[in-house]
T-cell receptor, first 111, second 116 residues
């Protein structure tokens, strides 16, 4: 069964450094998303992406964040200058219609 | 943001019995609801969904009920199995201009433990 994959599974970085989280959505899906879950909190929406542009973004998704689909398979989330509060699990998801399928997540730790 | 609430942080059930997980929402613009199961250090796994035009959807041991007037949905698992032990999240998608790709708003999750 097709699934969403994410790399790396864990990332440790220093505050102020740039990180790129990578995702390979399910191949025939058209809509792509990033969510995050801070430890002990809800899963929160960050951004949705369709037809090579951002469809919607939350207030969390400020100028430090960007997304890109550099080729036909990858979908990336870049954080330009990480802060301590960016430490979280980041989940990529994709969908063809309403149901979103999630990847296993990248655990980001900012020191 | 309390648009989707799961008021029970945990639920403990005996194997073979019914598990009922509940979810309430406040946003009347939600048009699609989903249940996800999550194990530690893994991503949410889709279980079952329901459109706002229905009041019930069934898939094997899992049934989701939607009561739009009460803004309440529930997930029934019958019979419960020890492998069902996980965190269960309810999520809702708003109509977002009639598109399929609206963001999901999640509840806090309910930890289900099924005892052998």
């Amino acid at each position: 069964e097709p699934e969403v994959t994410q790399t790396p599974s864990h990332q440790v970085t220093q505050m102020g450094q740039e990180v790129i989280l990578r995702c390979v959505p399910i191949s025939n899906h058209l809509y792509f998303y990033w969510y995050r879950q801070i430890l002990g909190q809800k899963v929160e929406f960050l951004v949705s992406f369709y037809n090579n542009e951002i469809s919607e973004k939350s207030e969390i998704f400020d100028d430090q964040f960007s997304v890109e689909r550099p080729d036909g398979s990858n979908f990336t989330l870049k954080i330009r200058s990480t802060k301590l509060e960016d430490s979280a699990m980041y989940f990529c998801a994709s969908s063809r219609q309403e149901t979103q399928y999630f990847g296993p997540g990248t655990r980001l730790l900012v020191l | 943001d309390q648009q989707v609430k799961q008021n029970s942080p945990s639920l403990s059930v005996q194997e073979g019995r019914i598990s009922i997980l509940n979810c309430d929402y406040t946003n009347s613009m939600f048009d699609y609801f989903l249940w996800y199961k999550k194990y530690p250090a893994e991503g949410p796994t889709f279980l079952i969904s329901i459109s706002s035009i229905k009041d019930k959807n069934e898939d094997g041991r899992f049934t989701v009920f939607l009561n739009k007037s009460a803004k309440h949905l529930s997930l029934h698992i019958v019979p419960s199995q020890p492998g069902d032990s996980a965190v269960y999240f309810c999520a809702a998608k708003d109509v977002a201009g009639g598109t399929s790709y609206g963001k999901l708003t999640f509840g806090q999750g309910t930890i289900l433990t099924v005892h052998p």
